[in-house]
């Protein structure tokens, strides 16, 4: 009972970022690294570069980016899956972190959402294929 407490207080907290009402950039905590949710993976990406957590945070962040465009090329090349987004270039990881950010802005109700949802919806959202 009190973790899911304490989980929903980092969701308040990523919805009033997610809708501009606090910061843009959240505090990441030890328990986001279990990313449970997509708040979880918003407030890795976002947490600000004074925190103590920033650096782990940032990185795990774009691992967990990476990681995914890496299994997506990966199954779509073994023919496992249809291509689910479609960019017309290579995407930076912290340019699919900022995406993945403005989609969650956009999209408060995801923040609940697994976050390999959330990323994979904000891709489809910004590079749709033909």
Known sequence: MARRAQRSGTVVMAAAAAWGLASPALAAETRNFDLQ???D???LCSC???RPLYAQALQFCYGYLTGMAHLHR???REKKIERLACPTHEVARDALAGL???WVRDNPGALEAPPAESVRRAAVAAWPCK
């Open 37 to 39: 949710t997509t708040a």
């Open 74 to 76: 990966a199954l779509v």
């Open 100 to 102: 993945f950010l403005d």
């Open 48 to 50: 600000p570069p004074d």
């Open 41 to 43: 993976l918003v407030a």
